[in-house]
């Protein structure tokens, strides 16, 4: 069965850094596209960004651009996200994604709360 684990998520103050990691388990992964979400309890999940097989990496979300990156290791079955200069508004539960084609898997997601 395939995995997605994400972790790294915490508490962290207004300004500090968090890094995220989704390890994925029994999946090509250097095959899929990655992808970081975010959501918000009574809100839609919302895309962050996109990296290809090749680590071409797409930020979707104008609030994090130049704060967030998102990146891979293939040889470590591992997508990341790097993230700076953190705001309250940041605080969500945070998804990783896999995708080739048609399927999709999804992982349990983390939570990052910024808060002073």
């Known amino acids: 069965q395939v995995q997605l684990v994400e972790s790294g998520g915490g508490l962290v103050q207004p300004g500090g850094s968090l890094r995220l990691s989704c390890v994925a388990s029994?999946?090509?992964?250097?095959?899929?596209?990655m992808h970081w979400y975010r959501q918000v309890p009574g809100k839609e999940r919302e895309l962050i960004a996109a990296?290809?097989?090749?680590?071409?990496?797409?930020n979707y979300l104008d609030s994090v651009k130049n704060r967030f990156n998102a990146f891979r290791e293939n040889a470590k079955n591992t997508l990341y996200l790097q993230m700076y200069e953190l705001i309250p508004d940041d605080t969500a539960v945070y998804f990783c994604?896999?995708?080739?084609?048609?399927?999709?898997?999804w992982g349990q997601g983390t939570q990052v709360t910024v808060s002073s």
């Open positions: 990296v290809t097989s090749t680590g071409i990496s797409t």
């Open positions: 029994r999946l090509a992964f250097s095959r899929y596209v």
């Open positions: 994604s896999a995708a080739l084609g048609h399927t999709r898997y």
